[in-house]
């Protein structure tokens, strides 16, 4: 009887070692752009606990045209993921109200959605789908319950394949109007929180990419809040990490100034001009010439300076710094982990950083 005590005592012991190890484990998705082809093959894949495909495009009819080359021109990346045993998703995405309204509010459209997006699935390389939906307009009531009856129906399908598909969202923050409810979100296997675009290209004013804390609609607390609202448990929300920044020219040197013009997309590393042709600034550079500032409210990180011609350019991104203190909130709040966007604009070094376990 007391061995049989002391063995069941054990087993409970590495049970619960087991489970902490595993907490403690980071855990990474990250999306893998059609436009970055290579950035796969240098990348830590192998410790990734999903890749996902970036993107096939939904239309207003229901019609998964744009495919960017899948299945047929991503033959190596499907055989290096089978060897290492790596899960890969596809991305459908459909942004703007106008389309949303188009398809969800057609029967013939949504079900001709359905059966493609579930076709898809049926693939012997794929692990699962994400919809990636993005809308921030008001969207009518109808459409809005059209969509999340299809969201029910998609789970169901995919959750009965053999073997089964995972089935994730992307959650759309600081909009009109909230995709989601308690019940669509409680058939979806992930949710990954939109954590980046508080500022944009086109802001009014300069300030952080992706907040933890702070004023603004979009920030890694009110994102976790949000799903929290909505019953969804900490260990199925993920949490959406830019690998690219802001830059804007401003008014003057107060940090946060107001812009002068459209803003300009950077890359946190250098990405060859092939791939990314209209983004050729990267923050690395920008720090090597001008410093980088940690802003301690929000935990994101700027650079500011005047170039040339006299202008104020204000900058704003995430490094090693702003990483750090946004995985800790991972551990701290027990979320599932980190979906990194896009592979390959950092050249894995915050990537590599976050799997080491960001010391």
């Not at 993005?134 to 969201?151: G, Q």
């Not at 250098?270 to 923050?283: E, G, Q, S």
């Not at 390959?344 to 376990?357: C, K, M, R, T, W």
């Amino acid at each position: 009887m007391i061995g049989r005590l002391l063995r069941a005592c054990l087993i409970q012991i590495l049970l619960l070692a087991s489970s902490l190890a595993c907490a403690d484990t980071p855990r990474a998705w990250a999306y893998q752009a059609w436009w970055m082809p290579d950035s796969w093959r240098t990348a830590p894949i192998d410790r990734l606990e999903r890749l996902l495909f970036f993107e096939l495009k939904v239309s207003p009819s229901g019609a998964i045209g744009q495919r960017h080359g899948w299945p047929e021109q991503w033959q190596e990346l499907r055989a290096t993921l089978r060897q290492k045993n790596v899960p890969l998703d596809l991305t459908l995405t459909l942004f703007g109200v106008k389309a949303f309204e188009a398809l969800f509010s057609s029967p013939r459209a949504t079900q001709r959605l359905l059966e493609e997006a579930y076709d898809l699935a049926t693939h012997v390389d794929v692990a699962g789908l994400q919809l990636d939906v993005e809308v921030y307009d008001p969207v009518r009531p109808a459409t809005l319950a059209a969509y999340r009856r299809f969201l029910q129906a998609l789970a169901h399908k995919l959750h009965h394949l053999q073997p089964q598909r995972q089935l994730s969202v992307f959650f759309p923050l600081g909009g009109a109007s909230t995709l989601y409810d308690a019940p669509s979100l409680a058939v979806t296997d992930r949710v990954v929180m939109q954590a980046y675009d508080a500022h944009w290209t086109g802001s009014g004013q300069a300030g952080p990419v992706a907040p933890l804390t702070g004023q603004e609609a979009v920030t890694w607390e009110k994102g976790l809040a949000a799903a929290r609202a909505l019953g969804v448990p900490p260990h199925r929300v993920a949490m959406s990490f830019p690998l690219y920044g802001y830059e804007w020219r401003v008014e003057g040197p107060t940090l946060r100034a107001a812009t002068k013009r459209q803003g300009t997309t950077t890359t946190f590393a250098p990405v060859p001009a092939a791939h990314l042709p209209d983004i050729r600034v990267n923050i690395q550079d920008r720090v090597l010439q001008h410093g980088a500032q940690h802003d301690k409210d929000s935990g994101s990180s700027y650079y500011q300076f005047r170039n040339a011609e006299g202008h104020y350019v204000e900058g704003w991104f995430e490094d090693w710094w702003s990483l750090k203190r946004k995985a800790e909130f991972i551990r701290r709040e027990g979320l599932a982990g980190m979906a990194f966007f896009i592979l390959g604009y950092d050249s894995n070094a915050l990537v590599d950083y976050y799997l080491n376990g960001t010391p």
